[in-house]
């Protein structure tokens, strides 16, 4: 078994999936960073992953266009953000319930609606997106094909990742936003509105996880299953711990986690002799490690969680 | 004309009426101090002049122009600074940013760092208020974070500056820096708003002072024209005598030994109780002097048992506790008030006759074989202590949440000297409190010293501890810098030199 595994052509075929195992884990992350970085826990971002991933799918489904698809996903992702904002942040209602909330709520109507309108169609491939090589750099041997040729939703995984960094520390709103989730009551009384920031970051959270759910569906399996997100948002809650609330951490973070899921897809084809279930379980053992401090302790945005409600 | 003015300001919440057809103006160049106790309704009227607070009624004018504030927002563009008794600051970002925070920049949506850190720069320099602008706010010590929140205010072109209770992180000589500042700006032309209830810091800042009392407007008065008893008079609404009757001392044995107590921070380096050793006979009361959050707490609850004790010793009647759980601690005959009375001293949706029986509820006669609540028991204890302590409540049942917070000190006091503790731990024991349950909680705390008790009191407030206290020991950084035994004169400038971190041989060295 050994001898497989050094086989040059297993490594290439493991980083590269790694790499594509890490994009919707990327997406997740990042979605996760940019809420809590404004003072809220997306709890949802597993739901908003996952009907991201349904409505990809339907809209590639109708109107042929992988592209298409996914700009559905964001609008649903959008939409699933602003729900999560108005009951989090304009009811202060507990935003772990929210959350858990809006998970349901898109297993339920994802699950439903699967049946009824790919009923039929559900062994028809979806249509799905070129992958794009990164002239000259894809020409290096061995590697150039692994890294330098992917789906565009990666590469717009990394672009966020760096415009988020960019915003983050380089510009008035990214300050605003990083205030808000540290002491909102002093963003207040500096004469900034802290609903509107946690909205709009919120809703930028929506619409990052239903890239990663698009990713998903229309981006690598070309169809949609229930529940395909399969805890993948949840892994988007520990990305951010051991990305230190840093997107490009959580871009790092992703590759980490996406290893370890090619890893142990690999190892359920070579039979082991672990029951298949205990390896599905290793990305989640190493969530358990990665949050537990191991790591390097960071510490989280002070306000996070906490719901900010002004007395008058 | 008044450069501002508030007219008939009224603000009511759920159940109290904060504000009551409140008036209050201010010039151009002058400090008109809002003075009265907790809960007079000080930081309501300047919450609402802020825009953090809606007004029911009443109006706002500016140089004449009436203007409406409904939050801050509009309060920082007509030029309204405030300086809030909790800051304002993000400990995790830097002064410059915490600065900036809110504030268009000239290049869009771009930060400009550099700019911003040259421009506070500046001010700091003019007004002699330094700060590393690079700093991280979190490493500073409360005293420049105070600086910070200034610079906040000045840097946004500030015509009225509101500072609310500022003095209250200060050390005595701290305090007569910032008021050199504070004329500064007053010569610059700011109007400047002090809320305060010290009357000594009163009289030697303002111009003018307007005393509130239950949201009403007392009085407004010319400095010349007062003095503190009249402004006492008039913030208390009664005559109160302000000192304190206390016997002289005799020296017993030893009831409280601390012996290089350190306690470690969670995030590691200084350790937040840095090698403490003191003791406490019967009969004594040692005061602990200190500004707000060097070490104090941590150091209370290390000997109550809240906090874990990384080095040392805490010997109660010559056993050492500081291992031991504080119900073990208790049953050796500690008490404890604790500063947060509404999170630690008390189950604040619990009735007074349950927060009274909160320590010893298992043992009889509270229950019986250990389990089952003996409710008449529970009963009669609490119709009893709250005719002794005096506790202004219609039944033993009612929820504690109700009472006052004077109300709601006597519960714990009631239930920790009940309990005929050995040693009692006072934690800001009198803090918020208005003028007469303070000056109850001093006495029962006296009374406790006259029966024998050893007691660690510790305060904030300087006047308090030197009244109350045998000895006083000042604590700063988490270490106790010396330890000065009452008798003798307090110098008033020696402690507040210890307060601020320097050590008595050094002072003695540096004077000879």
């Given amino acids: 078994m050994w001898a497989i595994v050094f086989n040059a052509s297993f490594i290439t075929d493991f980083m590269a999936a790694a790499i594509r195992m890490a994009t919707p884990l990327t997406f997740a992350g990042l979605s996760c960073t940019i809420s809590e970085r404004s003072g809220v826990f997306n709890i949802g971002a597993e739901g908003m992953m996952l009907s991201g991933a349904f409505v990809a799918a339907v809209g590639a489904l109708f109107t042929g266009s992988a592209w298409i698809g996914t700009g559905f996903a964001c609008i649903i992702g959008a939409l699933l953000g602003l729900l999560l904002a108005v009951l989090s942040i304009t009811l202060g209602a507990n935003q772990i319930v929210s959350g858990v909330m809006i998970n349901i709520l898109s297993l339920g109507f994802t699950s439903f609606l699967s049946r009824i309108i790919m009923g039929s169609a559900i062994t028809q491939k979806l249509p799905t997106f070129e992958t794009w090589g990164i002239p000259f750099l894809v020409k290096i041997p061995v590697f150039g094909e692994i890294f330098f040729r992917q789906s565009p939703l990666s590469y717009i995984s990394y672009a966020i990742a760096v415009i988020l960094t960019f915003i983050f520390f380089k510009t008035t709103w990214g300050l605003s936003i990083r205030a808000a989730g540290e002491n909102p009551r002093a963003v207040d009384t500096a004469g900034i509105n802290v609903c509107l920031v946690r909205y709009i970051c919120v809703m930028f959270s929506g619409i990052f996880a239903s890239l990663g759910g698009a990713f998903l569906s229309v981006g690598v399996v070309r169809y949609f299953t229930e529940n395909m997100s399969a805890g993948r948002g949840f892994i988007g809650l520990c990305i951010v711990i051991l990305g230190k609330w840093h997107p490009l951490g959580a871009v790092l973070a992703a590759l980490i986690f996406g290893a370890v899921d090619a890893l142990q897809l690999r190892l359920q084809a070579f039979e082991v002799g672990i029951p298949y279930q205990f390896l599905v379980m290793l990305p989640y053992i190493c969530g358990f490690i990665a949050i537990s401090g191991v790591v390097g302790r960071a510490q989280s945005p002070e306000a996070v969680g906490k719901p900010y409600l002004k007395e008058n | ?512």
């Fill in chain 2, 1 to 512: 004309m008044p450069f501002l003015e508030m007219k008939n300001i009224s603000k009511r919440f759920v159940d109290v009426v904060a504000n009551d057809r409140v008036c209050f103006d201010v010039e151009r160049g002058e400090v008109h101090t809002l003075l009265g106790e907790n809960g007079a309704g000080k930081t309501t009227l300047m919450n609402i002049l802020y825009g953090l607070y809606s007004r029911d009624e009443g109006e706002i004018y500016l140089d004449g122009k009436l203007v409406i504030i409904s939050s801050p927002y509009e309060a920082i563009k007509l030029h309204i600074g405030m300086i809030h008794q909790h800051f304002m600051l993000i400990p995790n970002l830097s002064v410059t940013e915490n600065i900036i925070l809110g504030l268009p920049s000239s290049r869009g949506f771009l930060l400009e760092l550099k700019k911003a850190e040259e421009n506070i720069d500046n001010i700091s320099r003019k007004y002699e208020l330094r700060v590393d602008p690079k700093a991280l706010v979190r490493q500073l010590p409360v005293g420049l974070r105070q600086r910070v929140e200034i610079l906040k205010a000045l840097y946004r072109k500030t015509d009225i500056l509101i500072l609310d209770e500022p003095t209250s992180v200060l050390t005595p000589l701290e305090v007569e820096t910032f008021f050199k500042i504070i004329r500064r700006f007053t010569e610059d032309g700011l109007a400047v708003i002090f809320i305060s209830h010290k009357l000594n810091e009163v009289m030697s800042i303002s111009d003018r002072i307007t005393v509130l009392r239950g949201g009403n407007v007392v009085g407004t008065l010319k400095k010349h024209d007062t003095d503190p008893n009249k402004l006492a008079g008039m913030m208390v609404g009664k005559e109160i005598t302000l000192s304190l009757d206390k016997p002289c001392e005799k020296k017993g044995k030893r009831l409280l030994e601390v012996r290089g107590l350190s306690v470690n921070s969670e995030k590691g380096g200084k350790p937040l109780v840095n090698n403490v050793s003191f003791d406490i006979h019967e009969a004594e009361i040692l005061g602990v002097a200190g500004v707000d959050g060097n070490g104090q707490g941590e150091l209370t609850d290390a000997i109550a048992g809240l906090q874990p004790v990384s080095k040392g010793q805490i010997l109660i009647n010559g056993m050492d506790v500081a291992h031991l759980s504080p119900r073990k601690r208790i049953e050796r005959k500690l008490g404890y008030i604790p500063s947060d009375r509404q999170r630690v001293g008390l189950v604040v949706d619990f009735s007074v006759a349950q927060n009274l029986v909160l320590k010893d509820f298992r043992d009889t006669p509270f229950s019986k074989q250990r389990f089952f609540l003996n409710r008449r028991q529970i009963n009669t204890n609490a119709e009893r202590l709250i005719k002794e302590f005096d506790i202004k409540v219609s039944h033993g049942n009612e929820k504690v949440a109700f009472l006052s917070g004077g109300n709601q000190q006597k519960v714990i006091l009631a239930r920790e000297i009940s309990g005929k503790p050995d040693v009692l731990i006072a934690m800001q024991a009198t803090r918020g409190l208005d003028v007469g349950s303070t000056k109850y909680v001093q006495e029962r705390i006296l009374e406790h010293r006259e029966k024998g008790g050893a007691t660690l009191f510790i305060s904030t407030e300087l006047d308090e501890i030197i009244a109350i206290s045998d000895r006083i020991a000042v604590m700063y950084e988490g270490e106790i810098i010396g330890i000065l035994s009452g008798g003798q004169e307090i110098d008033l400038e020696r402690i507040s030199l210890m307060m601020a971190g320097v050590r008595e041989q050094k002072t003695k060295k540096s004077v000879s």
